[in-house]
């Protein structure tokens, strides 16, 4: 396993009190696997990615039963330790391409700078590796790029930059946070293809973080749903999105909007009413509960368990595996 | 040039937010504090003739450079001892608040009349009075204003009034452009739209629809150039060329005291002490008005 | 703009020399009868119309002549010239020693921000911004001169000589500038471009000083170049104090005495280098922000 989380804690400080933003992640990624987190704004997704890159600011407290890379313990390294590891064997691309580049260097030296940061090589072997790797990304014209400015570039364009800044060192994880959102539909989907080709090439970990489940469609290989903080179901992508067995996660499917009008006698898009809740305290309730149309009494009283769904996917839910079946099939009996 | 395009922090609500201001104020810690001491000179200033227990002109051959009082050699009469001339320094020192505060207020205020009214007019008209308006404002921040301000002085002889209408009529530059692009920023509001299109005049316009929703910036520039005047005059007074004896302006004190200062420090501490603090209540209180106008959540 | 602005300049110090004051008497003397004067006037050709003697005042100035002083009967450009590498050199000290206290201490208040040392740069920029430069002056001199000798306080002969008039002068400056580069760094810090850089391994020291600071220090070279305006302008005060025989004591000298062709040419002067300073300052911008280096592509 490349990766292996468990039991992650991050706490943030909020005027006074303390925000729980993940609260309590498993995660596992494999060598030349991808794995998707998928989830609505404030479900913690970016707080996890940003704690296993040791990005969290400077306030916030990180705690994890398991945190490893290999077989290197990300949470016992110290800061310079961890930044010797970014870059190199783990790396990170974010979602607004237009201002992740620095203005004022040329996109080459700042290629260079993050090579020559973690080898020792020269400034020539730099340059011709920038090079290298600004061609694998599809960039033409790589050498005259090189001495170009950030402002010069569309933010397709940009976006290849920072995913080749992140590939130069051949890294082992890379951590995608929502990186085509900003882009336009072609060049969303140009992106994706430069990031499989390089996955594939590579035999490198991905975790991509989304909220588009149309994404999740295309790239990944399992899916774990987060809300308010924790793992609510994870499994194969063909599980997930095709049997989805928490509440949360048939609710999220179900909103998405299909062409030719959904279930027979729809007539509005589907929603799942509310806002994903901020945690201050510990607690047992089931973080779905506000939310959740198959709320009942238990749900409030204790932490849901987590079961394996027919289809092989975990989900902490009161509910029994294989309720969505056995529903079905009551109405299927009674209409 | 890139000093006239500072675009200052306008507050999105702005006289909305008047009830609140002074209650937020009363808790604001450098507000306070600033204010009490500016009061206080302010205070000083007025009953001057009430506080002062020596007439600060008085001169005495016998009591010359007698030290404050805690130095050994003091004289009871004389808490803070006497200048070379004898004259009772505390007396001449309270006095001298006068000066200071009578430039300060005096000054600003002219300047503000000039440069507010420079800047709304070439905020509100773009074209050729903008350009017009910008180049009298890139060509006076382009001379020194202390060369200019001796120079003027120097011609025209100097003394209090002299001194006050100088400074008055140099130091109008920041008001007009914090007022020009405040204004350039309001006229795209709404309610500037819906005055003219009712055909108010333009000085109503710009006197009572404008002028009082960019008081905020404009309050923390008017501290900034006050202090600016105050610290000019006694930089002019220090050269001979401001106020002149035997008025007790401090910084005039400041010269005089030159040639006693190596025996007798307490001559240059006390009034560039009273400066200082001047000074400083007055930058503090700009800071603390810049904090408390800051637009959006406060 | 500049060129206009320039041209306004001039006609103002040529008021102020011609007009605001008589030359006839400065150069006669004031206790010449009415005689004297009205020679003085025809020799000096003074009582032609004003545009002409405009127009001649910008000629003679286009050739280097920036006139003659009453006092010392020598040409003006000469007086100022022999002076101009003293008040230079103390200008220059003044801003490298703000420059040197701005640039770390606004880095380092931006870095650790609301601790100790974010207090100390904020007394520090307050203080000096409240302090007549004029007192520091004076009590330096006291302190560091006579009580514990440890440096020269009047003239110019000597390195040493500068030091306590550059630190008078640069305490000014000092406060703006840092302010500037901690406000600078602490956006700078916060970008996206930094976090870029983070999450790819730079190392702290590498991203604050090569990476955040170049962006930080571009707003600053606008204002260092004004700041040294002031400074040839404040330098009248400081020179004064410390008997250096620059540009700004002669100003005051000249001053004292009503010396006008000496006072006008030196407002003159001063004003044109502070207006070729904010276009090198703007040139400077240009050349270190590529943005602003024009459309390509």
Redesign the interface.
Known sequence: MLLDVHDLHVTLPDQGRKLRAVRGVDLSVAAGETLCLVGESGCGKSMTALAL?G?LPRRAERRAARLRLGLTDLGGLS??AM??????RM????Q?PM????????IGD?LC??YR??TRANGAAARARAIEVLESVGLTNAALRMR??P??LSGGLRQRV?IA??LICEPELMICDEPTTALDVTTQAQILHILKEAQAARNMGMIFITHDLGVVARIADRVAVMYAGRVVEEGTREAVLRHPAHPYTRGLIASVPKPGGGEPGQTRLASIAGNVPAFHQEDARCPFLSRCLQRMDVCAETPPPVRQAPAGQSFACHLLPGWVESRAAGVEKRA | MTALSAAPALPEEELVRRPGFWAKARRHRTFVFSGIILLAILLIAVFAPLLAPHDPFMQSIALRLKPPFWHDKTVAEHLLGTDQLGRDYLSRLIYGARISMAIGIGATLMSALIGITLGLLAGYYSGWIDTAISTVITTRLSMPIILIALAVVAIVGPSLTVVIVVLGLLLWDQFAVVTRVATQQVCTRDYVTSARVLGCSVGHILFREILPNIRAPLMVVATVEMAHAVLLEAALSFLGLGVQAPLPSWGLMLSEAKTAMFFSPWLIVLPGACLFILALAINLMGDAMRDLTAGGRG | MAAVVMVIVSVICFVLSNVASDPAVGIAGAQATDADLAVVRQTYGLDRPLPVRYAEYIGNLLQGDFGTSYLAKRPVLEMILERLPVTALLAFLSMALALAIALPLGCAAALWPNTLVDRLSQVLAVTGQAIPNFWAGLLLIVVFGVQLRWLPISGSDTLAHFVLPAITLGTFAMPPLMRLIRAGMIEVLASDYIRTARAMGIRPFALTFKYALKNAVLPVISLAAVQLGFMLGGSIVVESIFALNGVGYLAWQSMSRSDMPVIQAIVLLISMIYIVLTLAADLLNGIMDPRLRGARK
């Open positions: 890159m990005l800061d310079s930044s010797a590891l970014r870059g190199r790396s990170m691309i974010f607004e201002t992740a580049l620095n203005p004022v260097f040329p700042q700078s993050v940061r973690h170009q400015y402002h010069q920072l800044m992140a």
